[in-house]
């Protein structure tokens, strides 16, 4: 800055010395001022760049937390109905052989009806063919007696025939049990092994995966987390010495235009 | 000097002014250019770390879980099939089963029937006095019925019992099961296939723009690599100009504590070396400082009232290297310039030679003015700052027993360093700069390898975001002080990018001068440690 210096007698020229010289101290003083908003200034610009970038991080951090507990949490569903699988394909497997031992008696018990059903109408048709021989020798034999046999005959006819359509049944039903059983027990023995494939006790299992993803997820999410709360406090620091040093350049500032316009004035 | 030597020492300023303003330029663009490759290396590396991580991701994640997935998804579609099998045969069994146990029953009420009958026959046999061949086939007959007749309604019981049973099976719960455990199996492939794609998709970006990245660097590098080679020849031809023209005038600083020009050149000669007489036409030289936004206007009338009044910025020259080359040494304590000022550190400077010929050299010729030379290209001093050096640098755990890669285990680090204390007074602050190693430097490779340039220039351009400013430890009574930067989540390497974990880092402490007078900035030189021979460190899982 231009100080004119007034060309009057020695005194006051040695004032307008000491005048200029306050004058220089104070435009010094303003430019380290100013020296100082810049540098502050500059460091919140940086860490304001920074924190910005750190927020954005943390929702990129937020959003794979998210994603991961959601895919934690499917895994968990379907691990918890291979497990309710298991438990109940192997309850319907006994189920199944209770029901499998139900029907051997019966094809066992079927087979014994029918042999002693044929013994015994045999036994009925020889009394009966017995009885016919002796009415035609005695007359006195009851008519009754050989019309009851003749129903007795037919019934057990009847009865054969009804007890071989129950054993044909009896064993179809066996047949049919037998193969349930052994589709069951297949069922069975395949939700073991994919129970065992989602255990969370297997290395490299699905749950044992996301599971470590989420909790990578997680820790990703604090670091970040921790990171903003540093840069914050940061930038809270720096642009609290901003506005320290601003008001610290204003006052200055307006001490120098009041200085100059007081010079200006002498 | 007489006319024909200012013509001369015209035309010397013109040319060696023309030069020095083409090294500027391009010394200018050099540093442009050096900023250009800095950013795109910084870019490369981003890119190169972020396709790191996102290959492993893929790899260590993605892959196996979508395999994995897949196979659950075909071993609950296997169970599916097996269930539904099985609970159509127990539906069949079922049927057949309750046919059965009818059909039984009818049976058995046939064999009743047939056992009644029996009874009947054998009541009118009794009384009809038959002989005993009739009487005890007819008995027999009964009693066989009777247990014929009994062994039916025991299976018929039986065999409704079985057809419970049967009945009781949970085969369609399982048949239900099964099919959740499908849809939830499906439900979760999808998802993590769609994870997979976006992942396979990320990577394929990433090594797109590391393409792009790499193509941008390979630019700038040329560009780079071709303005230096014009700097080096710009360089090459002032000196040769200022060997010919301007008495190989050269300055060299020294900036050590309290430092010195050293100043040297050619002295003058007779050009006619038969002229024995006169072979050195010079009585005395001196070395003149002048602040470089005054060199232009300083001429020999300037310097001859100087030399007139015995002015002390005129240096007399005393030390002679050899016949050939003259040498002086100028504290910059004990300096002053041309307008009787201090030697300001950061002011830059040029020198000019004035000779004083001899009184015989000047009758000889009838001219009796003065040589000056040319200006010298400009100079600065700058006052340095301290440094640590590279083997007073460590970085420490707090942790002993570090398992690597235990995300959980909390581990602090800290860059540490020590240094001899500075002016007392003189504000400086150290930056803790975390470059990212490509090769560290070992036995064999004695230095470290980086995947970009950096210097004190590039160091000094960083960010305030992305160095940590080092803290002395208190208390500190002797004359070497420790300093210490931790390193947080929130620390960044000099691009901006937060430190990898496992990844290999070295540690660059940079001085500043961090005082509050603006004047001063320029007096002290940001110094840079040697991070070419510091020792890298490993950052490790840290979460505070």
Redesign the interface.
């Given at each position: 800055m231009k100080i004119h210096l007034s060309p009057h007698s020695q005194k006051s020229h040695g004032v307008t010395e000491a005048k200029k010289a306050e004058l220089d101290s104070l435009t010094?003083q303003v430019?380290?001022a100013?020296?100082?908003v810049d540098t502050h200034q500059?460091?919140v610009?940086?860490?304001a760049?920074?924190q910005a970038?750190?927020q954005t991080?943390l929702s990129i951090a937020d959003n794979n937390k998210v994603?991961s507990l959601?895919?934690r949490n499917?895994?968990n569903?379907?691990v918890q109905?291979?497990i309710?699988?298991k438990a109940?394909?192997a309850?319907?497997m006994a189920?199944?052989q209770?029901?499998n031992t139900?029907?051997d008696?019966?094809v066992t018990?079927?087979k014994?009806?029918i042999d002693?059903?044929i013994?015994?109408?045999e036994?009925?048709n020889?009394?009966s063919a017995?009885?016919i021989r002796?009415k035609a020798i005695n007359p006195l034999?009851?008519d009754?007696?050989i019309t009851?046999?003749g129903?007795?005959g037919n019934?057990?006819n009847?009865?054969i025939s009804?007890?071989l359509?129950?054993l044909t049944?009896?064993f179809?039903?066996q047949?049919?049990?037998t193969?349930?059983l052994a589709?069951?027990t297949?069922?069975s023995a395949?939700?073991k092994?994919?129970a065992d494939?989602?255990s969370v006790t297997q290395l490299?299992?699905?749950p044992s995966?996301?599971h470590?993803?989420y909790?990578?997820s997680c820790?990703q999410y604090?670091?970040?987390f921790?990171?903003?709360t540093?840069?914050t406090n940061?930038l809270n620091l720096?642009q609290a010495q901003l506005n320290k040093a601003q008001i610290n350049l204003q006052s200055l500032q307006a001490g120098l235009a009041a200085a100059n316009a007081a010079a200006l004035a002498s | 000097m007489n006319p024909y030597n200012q013509n001369l020492n015209s035309a010397v300023c013109a040319v060696l002014q023309t030069q020095a303003l083409t090294l500027k330029t391009l010394k200018a663009q050099h540093t442009a250019s050096m900023f250009t490759l800095y950013y795109t290396q910084g870019a490369k590396i981003a890119a190169t770390q972020n396709l790191v991580y996102a290959k492993s991701q893929l790899a260590t994640?993605h892959i196996?879980?979508k395999q994995?997935?897949n196979?659950?998804t075909n071993?609950?579609a296997?169970?599916l099939t097996?269930?539904d099998?099985?609970n159509q045969?127990?539906k069949?069994?079922v049927t057949?089963?309750a046919?059965?146990a009818a059909?039984?029953q009818?049976?058995a009420n046939?064999?009743i029937?047939?056992a009644s009958?029996?009874e009947?026959?054998f009541s009118?046999?009794s009384a009809?006095d038959?002989d005993s061949?009739?009487y005890e086939?007819?008995k027999?007959?009964r009693e066989?019925?009777n247990?014929?007749a009994y062994?039916?309604e025991?299976?018929a019981e039986?065999?409704m019992?079985?057809s419970m049973?049967?009945a009781?099976?949970?085969?369609a719960?399982?048949y239900d099961?099964?099919k959740?455990?499908n849809l939830?199996?499906c439900?979760?492939f999808k998802?993590?296939s769609a994870?997979f794609d976006a992942a396979l998709q990320i990577v394929n970006a990433v090594s797109d723009s590391l393409t792009a990245v790499d193509i941008r660097e390979n630019t700038a590098e040329g560009n780079y690599t071709d303005i230096e080679t014009s700097v080096t020849a710009a360089l090459a031809a002032y000196t040769s100009t200022n060997n010919t023209l301007n008495l190989n005038l050269n300055v060299v600083v020294n900036n050590v504590p309290g430092g010195y020009f050293s100043i040297s050149f050619t002295p003058l000669h007779n050009p006619f070396k038969h002229d024995v007489a006169n072979v050195n036409p010079i009585k005395a030289y001196f070395i003149l400082l002048v602040k470089t936004s005054k060199a232009i206007a300083f001429n020999i009338i300037q310097a001859q009232q100087l030399h007139a009044i015995n002015a002390r910025c005129c240096v007399a020259v005393t030390e002679s290297v050899s016949d050939k080359v003259l040498s002086q040494q100028i504290s910059t304590e004990t300096a002053w310039d041309a307008d009787d000022e201090a030697i300001i550190p950061g002011n830059q400077y040029v020198a000019f030679i004035f000779a004083i010929f001899t009184d015989r050299y000047k009758k000889e010729l009838n001219a009796f003015d003065d040589f000056l030379s040319a200006p010298s290209a400009p100079f600065a001093y700058s006052i340095p700052l301290n440094t640590p050096e590279n083997s007073s640098i460590w970085v420490e755990d707090n942790n002993s027993n570090i398992i690597e890669n235990a995300?959980?285990l909390q581990i602090s680090q800290a860059v540490k360093f020590s240094l001899p204390a500075n002016t007392p007074g003189l504000a400086v602050e150290y930056r803790c700069i975390f470059l990212t190693v490509k090769k560290a430097g070992n036995e064999k490779l004695k230095k470290n390898t980086f995947g970009f340039i950096f210097n004190d220039v590039l160091a000094e351009a960083i960010?305030?975001?992305?160095y940590g400013v080092a803290v002395p430890a208190t208390g500190a009574t002797n004359e070497t002080i420790t300093y210490n930067t931790a390193i947080?989540?929130?620390t960044?390497d000099n691009f901006?990018n937060?430190l990898i974990i496992n990844n290999e880092y070295v540690p660059a402490i940079l001085a500043v001068y961090s005082g509050?007078?603006?004047?001063k900035?320029a007096w002290y030189k940001p110094t840079l440690s040697d991070f070419y021979t510091t020792a890298s460190f490993k950052y490790l899982?840290?979460?505070?």
């Amino acid at each position: 800055m231009k100080i004119h210096l007034s060309p009057h007698s020695q005194k006051s020229h040695g004032v307008t010395e000491a005048k200029k010289a306050e004058l220089d101290s104070l435009t010094s003083q303003v430019l380290d001022a100013q020296l100082a908003v810049d540098t502050h200034q500059a460091i919140v610009n940086s860490v304001a760049a920074k924190q910005a970038n750190i927020q954005t991080l943390l929702s990129i951090a937020d959003n794979n937390k998210v994603a991961s507990l959601n895919n934690r949490n499917v895994v968990n569903e379907l691990v918890q109905k291979v497990i309710e699988l298991k438990a109940n394909s192997a309850i319907a497997m006994a189920e199944t052989q209770t029901a499998n031992t139900c029907t051997d008696k019966i094809v066992t018990g079927i087979k014994t009806l029918i042999d002693r059903l044929i013994y015994s109408a045999e036994i009925v048709n020889k009394l009966s063919a017995l009885i016919i021989r002796r009415k035609a020798i005695n007359p006195l034999v009851s008519d009754n007696l050989i019309t009851m046999v003749g129903t007795a005959g037919n019934n057990a006819n009847n009865a054969i025939s009804l007890t071989l359509v129950a054993l044909t049944t009896s064993f179809a039903t066996q047949a049919s049990n037998t193969e349930s059983l052994a589709a069951m027990t297949l069922v069975s023995a395949k939700a073991k092994h994919f129970a065992d494939s989602v255990s969370v006790t297997q290395l490299q299992s699905l749950p044992s995966l996301l599971h470590e993803v989420y909790n990578d997820s997680c820790l990703q999410y604090d670091r970040t987390f921790n990171a903003l709360t540093i840069v914050t406090n940061q930038l809270n620091l720096a642009q609290a010495q901003l506005n320290k040093a601003q008001i610290n350049l204003q006052s200055l500032q307006a001490g120098l235009a009041a200085a100059n316009a007081a010079a200006l004035a002498s | 000097m007489n006319p024909y030597n200012q013509n001369l020492n015209s035309a010397v300023c013109a040319v060696l002014q023309t030069q020095a303003l083409t090294l500027k330029t391009l010394k200018a663009q050099h540093t442009a250019s050096m900023f250009t490759l800095y950013y795109t290396q910084g870019a490369k590396i981003a890119a190169t770390q972020n396709l790191v991580y996102a290959k492993s991701q893929l790899a260590t994640h993605h892959i196996p879980i979508k395999q994995l997935a897949n196979n659950a998804t075909n071993l609950s579609a296997n169970v599916l099939t097996s269930a539904d099998q099985a609970n159509q045969y127990v539906k069949q069994a079922v049927t057949n089963g309750a046919v059965a146990a009818a059909n039984i029953q009818v049976a058995a009420n046939a064999i009743i029937r047939l056992a009644s009958d029996a009874e009947s026959i054998f009541s009118i046999v009794s009384a009809a006095d038959f002989d005993s061949e009739i009487y005890e086939l007819a008995k027999k007959m009964r009693e066989l019925l009777n247990e014929t007749a009994y062994g039916a309604e025991q299976l018929a019981e039986d065999a409704m019992e079985a057809s419970m049973k049967i009945a009781e099976v949970s085969a369609a719960t399982v048949y239900d099961d099964a099919k959740n455990a499908n849809l939830s199996a499906c439900n979760l492939f999808k998802i993590v296939s769609a994870h997979f794609d976006a992942a396979l998709q990320i990577v394929n970006a990433v090594s797109d723009s590391l393409t792009a990245v790499d193509i941008r660097e390979n630019t700038a590098e040329g560009n780079y690599t071709d303005i230096e080679t014009s700097v080096t020849a710009a360089l090459a031809a002032y000196t040769s100009t200022n060997n010919t023209l301007n008495l190989n005038l050269n300055v060299v600083v020294n900036n050590v504590p309290g430092g010195y020009f050293s100043i040297s050149f050619t002295p003058l000669h007779n050009p006619f070396k038969h002229d024995v007489a006169n072979v050195n036409p010079i009585k005395a030289y001196f070395i003149l400082l002048v602040k470089t936004s005054k060199a232009i206007a300083f001429n020999i009338i300037q310097a001859q009232q100087l030399h007139a009044i015995n002015a002390r910025c005129c240096v007399a020259v005393t030390e002679s290297v050899s016949d050939k080359v003259l040498s002086q040494q100028i504290s910059t304590e004990t300096a002053w310039d041309a307008d009787d000022e201090a030697i300001i550190p950061g002011n830059q400077y040029v020198a000019f030679i004035f000779a004083i010929f001899t009184d015989r050299y000047k009758k000889e010729l009838n001219a009796f003015d003065d040589f000056l030379s040319a200006p010298s290209a400009p100079f600065a001093y700058s006052i340095p700052l301290n440094t640590p050096e590279n083997s007073s640098i460590w970085v420490e755990d707090n942790n002993s027993n570090i398992i690597e890669n235990a995300a959980d285990l909390q581990i602090s680090q800290a860059v540490k360093f020590s240094l001899p204390a500075n002016t007392p007074g003189l504000a400086v602050e150290y930056r803790c700069i975390f470059l990212t190693v490509k090769k560290a430097g070992n036995e064999k490779l004695k230095k470290n390898t980086f995947g970009f340039i950096f210097n004190d220039v590039l160091a000094e351009a960083i960010a305030s975001g992305n160095y940590g400013v080092a803290v002395p430890a208190t208390g500190a009574t002797n004359e070497t002080i420790t300093y210490n930067t931790a390193i947080t989540p929130a620390t960044t390497d000099n691009f901006g990018n937060p430190l990898i974990i496992n990844n290999e880092y070295v540690p660059a402490i940079l001085a500043v001068y961090s005082g509050g007078e603006a004047e001063k900035r320029a007096w002290y030189k940001p110094t840079l440690s040697d991070f070419y021979t510091t020792a890298s460190f490993k950052y490790l899982a840290s979460h505070y």
